[in-house]
């Protein structure tokens, strides 16, 4: 009898200790994801947002050279490969810079890590209306992206250009509601990153602040930009474009080495290629990539 009882029990702590463990593993968190081997099975994903360029057929055909499969996911919204990597669906992401990374990870409380740097991209203005700065009537629209860090930037880019005046001067926090109107050539429209090219579509809207990513969808006539700002300058710093990981794959090997092999001048020739000439390749170490991040992300915390 008693062992009997004994037998019901040891199985019904079982069964608990097996719901327990279901229940363990339908909750557990983004930090739990596992990276893919880097296999033709079972390639390494990366989330990116331009897999049309060359540069990335070099890159993944040296990546399969050095025995390391990938899988690239192209993104249209620059909104989507953040969390897909804190999602665990994807294993890196190279689309942005530590300034938009920051932004995402304040404002929703994750800690993805920079982990090598690509490039830095001057920010530029381009229009299908006019060839110089001067030429935008006083009035117009001028189309900015939406986002917060790039739409920070692409202000400071035309008050540089004497389009616009931002309240205490700006920063890299500034918004739109920062522009002084009654100090200001042009007015601004704040859009998604992608809609800018199509913007300037509309009569209303002379320039429009374009994404690297993005120039490829003006007309061929029109990619090259009105007003240059310039990339080199250390205030560009937090625009490094950056491989981003989960903190706890920061050390990985893998992606070392892939980091590594984008750094192959026959990639990087086709990365500045395909700028059309503006881009920066940088380099430096993540330590140093993840002191700036943190920086910006108490900077941002200040801010509220």
């Not at 390639?43 to 993944?60: A, D």
């Not at 035309?158 to 309240?167: H, M, N, P, R, Y």
């Not at 390749?281 to 801010?303: D, F, G, R, V, W």
Request: glycine residues 6%.
């Amino acid at each position: 009898m008693t062992r009997k009882r004994f037998s019901l029990l040891t199985r019904s702590l079982a069964a608990v200790a097996v719901v327990g463990s279901l229940a363990l593993t339908g909750c557990a968190s983004s930090s739990d994801a596992a990276i893919s081997a880097g296999t033709e099975a079972d390639p390494i994903v990366i989330g990116i947002v331009s897999s049309g360029e060359e540069y990335w057929k070099t890159f993944t055909a040296k990546a399969e050279e050095a025995g390391i499969h990938v899988e690239l996911k192209n993104f249209s919204d620059y909104q989507l490969p953040n969390q897909g990597l804190a999602d665990g669906d994807l294993d890196l992401n190279q689309f942005q810079h530590l300034q938009f990374l920051a932004d995402f990870n304040v404002k929703t409380g994750n800690d993805l890590t920079p982990i090598g740097a690509t490039a830095v991209y001057a920010l530029d203005l381009y229009s299908t209306k006019v060839t110089d700065v001067a030429d935008i009537p006083d009035g117009a629209e001028v189309a900015v992206p939406n986002d917060a860090s790039n739409q920070a930037r692409a202000l400071l880019v035309l008050q540089d250009a004497g389009l616009v005046t931002l309240k205490d001067g700006g920063n890299s926090f500034s918004t739109a509601a920062d522009v002084i109107a009654d100090e200001s050539r042009v007015a601004v429209t704040a859009l998604k990153a992608d809609q800018t090219p199509a913007a300037l579509q509309d009569p209303k809207i002379y320039a429009a602040i374009v994404n690297n990513d993005y120039v490829p969808n003006l007309p061929a006539e029109s990619q090259k930009p009105i007003y240059s700002t310039d990339a080199s300058s250390s205030a560009n710093d937090p625009y490094i474009n950056i491989w981003v990981a989960r903190a706890e794959d920061k050390d990985n090997e893998t992606f070392a080495k892939l980091i590594e092999i984008y750094h192959d001048t026959e990639v990087t020739d086709g990365v500045i290629e395909a700028s059309g000439g503006t881009g920066i390749i940088k380099s430096e170490t993540p330590a140093e990539l993840q002191e700036i991040l943190a920086t910006i992300e108490k900077n941002q915390k200040a801010q509220g």
